[in-house]
């Protein structure tokens, strides 16, 4: 297969539409063209075929241009959220093994070898030498890391033929009715999470296939979407679920966003109170999406209609993640830990990462899952001990081995408990070495930063004896 193919038919379909706008300017289909074909010229001179290349940005264009141009050149691109620590990123890419970063000046210190810093401004003309590049479909074109920890990376890999099916599959949802009413020509993205997470499958790159434009924030923020969604008449956005509740607390009667048609949000669900608080305030326009990185997203939808049914009294369903996602096959795998009618939940797609299928195609997802008459998913924790924290994922481990690096302790458990407002929170147990004196929480968490992200830091430290004595926890705010 020739690499990013389909986005360059799409690109040259959309002339010259202007397709994406930030804070520096627009870009048209054919501009946007030109400038991936420039940066994926200038990465095949620096690096071999099959070389792995790290991208880490705030939301731009110039992050946007980064991920297709590394697609286009055939290559692995290994993309590092923007908000994660240093030594963290440095820590992925040399597990990893990247032979090239490309980042905004901000990230440039995150390389572990040559690094190209990339601005669009600089330049958006086209490279006439640049030759379509042929992969084999089954080559790795993203790895989505996870945590790196001494055992290694921990990280998601998809093929070639994983990220088209995927990119068709939210194509065809939004052509499709789950959303609420299918896109049409006047239908415009806003991307505010950083697109190295779900928007960026969900909806920032779709939207570039479905040839419709979209406008990209460097950051959330509720002043930045209401006046984003006024001044672009924004209809379609993707969010995590504090990001929701923050916008519907602030919205008043004046500064309701009216065009907005829908809401996408995931990562983790919404309370009932905030359900119904968020679909007053905002309208009947949210979508409650369930899915994996492995497994493909989204799998599950709670629907606009489902979210106005609970807001109207409908509250049974509250809990529930939705019904399956047309196109997909679902199953729960009894297993004997689980209650009666709970198993773990497990999918089959074209979209599935290729290294997490069984012989069956199977891939199994980890959460604990039930299915009531009507269809409605419901999840009951992890088998894996994975943390969700405001949509984020956390592996105990590597919080362990960052408290057992930095401080002196004779044993840690990290884990996570439940939080009104993130879902789950990060939790850290440790019984400190002998004659040590527990550190406050601010040192905690301060030393802690310059290691981890912060949606990573423990929230709750609680200290015990040698013993096991539980000492009085210690509690911090959450910083994200």
Known sequence: MIAGLTMRQALDRAADRVLILDEAGGLSGAQLNAAIETLA??????????????VCYWNSVSALVAHLAVERA???RVPVDATAAAREARAIFETVGIDLLIADAEHADR???????????????????????????????????RMASSSGLLGVPLTFQNWEARMKYSHDLYRSDVYGEPVSESDCYLTVQQMNHGTGVIGTIPFLYLGLPQVIMKQFSVEGVIEACSRYKITTTFMVPGMVTRLAGAIGADDKPTTLT?????????????????????????VQLYGSIEGGWPLTYLSQRDHAAIAAG????????????????????PIKSASE???????RSPAVSSSYIDPDGWCSLGDIASCDSAGYYRLHGRLDGMINTGSYHVYPAEIEEAIRDLFPVEAVVVSGEPDPKWGEVVVAKVAWAR?????????????????????????????TSASGELHPPVIGPVSR
């Open 262 to 286: 829908r809401l996408l949000y995931g990562g983790a669900p919404l309370t009932q109170e905030e359900l119904i608080q968020a679909t007053r305030k905002i309208g009947p326009v949210l």
């Open 314 to 333: 409908q509250t049974d369903i509250s809990d529930s993640c939705g019904r399956m996602i047309p196109g997909i096959e679902l199953e729960i795998r």
């Open 41 to 54: 010229g200038m990465i095949c001179r620096r690096v071999n075929p099959g070389s792995k290349v790290g």
């Open 341 to 347: 009618g709970r198993g773990e939940l497990r999918v």
């Open 435 to 463: 004659g040590v004196s527990p550190p406050t929480y601010e040192r905690f968490r301060a030393a802690l930063a310059e290691r981890i992200a912060k949606y990573k830091i423990p929230a709750r430290l609680c200290n």
């Open 74 to 76: 055939g290559l692995t």
């Open 111 to 145: 390389g572990c070898g040559e690094v190209l810093v990339y601005d669009i401004n600089s330049s958006i003309q086209g490279n006439p030498g640049f030759e379509p590049v042929e992969v084999n479909s089954s080559s790795t074109a993203v790895i989505f890391p």
